[in-house]
């Protein structure tokens, strides 16, 4: 059997707002690390690592005494790029993931289709204008921009819940898992693309 080719990548993103770099190794251990100068959104990457089990590295300094907003869209951006490098052809990817996350009272969804079409459907009704310093408002967005440098259809609703920061964190609990069902490799095709088209 061949040895697989290493799934990472390593994406650096400048702008005049933001120098952002991320590193994704989608076969890790669930190891994060970095600073994003926003403490919220640096737990909620934490989770991501840690529950999708990949090894990922954000490093982010932007314009945060305008805004977290540019810091936040970059940091999503940066990282949907490195997840469609990390990818290549997506070749025998199990390609669809889901997950349902409880957090104490919330409980969330979250659907992904690595399938090459961005598309985002996000449904949350937020209690707070703010949770640990980050605009909920923002996560949405952060959800939509990852979607579409990834190339990948998202669904994601909190079914119920009361507290933000529960909902917010099983959103991206959520994520973890289905991304890291999406892209697990299937043994019985690892060298075709999981789609009828024979391209994603």
Do not use: C
Request: no cysteine.
């Amino acid at each position: 059997m061949d040895t697989p080719t290493p799934r990472r990548a390593q994406i650096s993103r400048d702008t005049r707002e933001t120098r952002v770099r991320v590193e994704w190794n989608l076969d890790g251990r669930g190891r994060f690390q970095g600073e994003t100068g926003i403490g919220f959104l640096d737990h909620m990457l934490a989770q991501l690592a840690v529950h999708g089990l990949f090894d990922l590295t954000v490093e982010a300094q932007g314009d945060l005494h305008v805004d977290p907003h540019h810091t936040v869209e970059d940091v999503a951006l940066t990282l949907g790029m490195a997840l469609d490098r990390a990818l290549g052809e997506r070749k025998g990817i199990v390609r669809m993931g889901f997950a349902y996350v409880p957090m104490d009272e919330a409980l969330a969804r979250v659907v992904v289709d690595l399938s090459g079409r961005p598309y985002v459907v996000f449904r949350v009704q937020w209690h707070t204008p703010a949770v640990g310093g980050l605009p909920t408002s923002l996560i949405g967005h952060f959800f939509r921009s990852l979607a579409t440098t990834g190339r990948m259809n998202l669904h994601a609703q909190v079914l119920y819940g009361e507290d933000d920061h529960h909902q917010a964190e099983a959103l991206f609990k959520g994520l973890a898992r289905a991304l890291h069902q999406a892209t697990r490799l299937d043994p019985r095709r690892l060298n075709t693309v999981p789609s009828s088209k024979g391209t994603l």
